[in-house]
């Protein structure tokens, strides 16, 4: 039949893709309120880019997961100024080229609130991490202002990166950081990362001041008494909106070694009294 039944479907919020999305020509993007893409197949970029630029709500929020974004060579991308408040990007193949880096060149997101990027669990390689191009597309976007909940997975992001990156991203909330669980790790989670999280009185030396959720997946580089003073001093600070500081340590299994039973038994216990949140695995 001539008609699209999508384009007449009033109360339709989500809406779950698969597979090609030029098969579907009208959609009332204006009230999609949560959009989920998935590929099992090769995607390329700019097809990607095109979606995200559909004129959804300010609201919307938006997660693909695609198994091999491929390169695009010469072919322009498009300047896409997305209105979604959240956007989760897995992939499960990234091959061997500046995914991330193409991404924030062109990608403006200015009610970002959530931004989730990395590679699947299931995947090979950690996807590459660009930090000149992530720094630029921050301060375009806005996200010092709006950005409450970061998640990086399986890159190659650095701790001085990361770092760098929190710098200009003072209004976080929570921060979700995983490790890549490949036989030769990438180390993200250290000492000196935790030591800049810490909180003290001196908004020149403690990054993301209103933190009060931090999840981490790691194969436990960082020592647990440098963790234990970062968690000690988040405890009151954290409470800025009312709610416990969440603290969260998962164990990748080519860890190096374990948490210490001292560290978990400290952790529960502070959890016991409802003086935080803490989940040791």
Not at 41 to 51: F, H, N, P, S
Not at 147 to 176: G, M, Q
Not at 266 to 280: K, Q
Request: aromatic share 10%; net charge neutral.
């Amino acid at each position: 039949m001539e008609c699209d039944v999508f384009e007449i479907a009033p109360r339709l919020t989500r809406f779950t893709l698969y597979h090609g999305a030029g098969s579907v020509a009208a959609v009332p993007w204006g009230q999609i309120q949560r959009f989920y893409y998935h590929n099992s197949g090769e995607y390329d970029l700019a097809r990607l880019l095109v979606l995200l630029g559909h004129n959804f709500p300010s609201h919307a929020k938006c997660s693909f997961f695609i198994r091999a974004l491929l390169p695009v060579g010469s072919v322009a991308l498009p300047s896409i100024v997305s209105n979604i408040t959240s956007l989760r990007l897995t992939i499960e193949d990234p091959y061997h080229f500046n995914l991330l880096g193409r991404i924030f060149e062109r990608l403006t997101l200015p009610f970002g609130k959530a931004l989730s990027l990395g590679r699947s669990r299931s995947g090979n390689l950690p996807l590459e991490w660009d930090q000149p191009h992530f720094i630029a597309f921050a301060f375009r976007s806005g996200l010092h202002a709006t950005l409450h909940k970061l998640e990086i997975a399986r890159t190659t992001i650095t701790d001085a990166e990361l770092l760098a990156a929190l710098s200009v991203l003072p209004s976080l909330i929570e921060l979700i950081v995983k490790e890549c669980d490949t036989p030769t790790p990438h180390i993200v989670i250290t000492d000196r990362l935790l030591g800049r999280l810490t909180w003290t009185p001196d908004s020149s030396t403690c990054l993301v001041r209103r933190l009060n959720l931090l999840s981490l997946t790691s194969v436990l580089e960082f020592t647990d008494n440098v963790y234990r003073n970062f968690v000690d001093s988040r405890l009151v600070p954290a409470r800025w909106n009312g709610e416990l500081f969440l603290a969260r340590v998962r164990s990748l299994p080519n860890r190096s070694r374990n948490l210490s039973d001292e560290l978990v038994d400290w952790g529960n216990a502070l959890d016991v009294a409802r003086e935080m949140y803490f989940y040791a695995e």
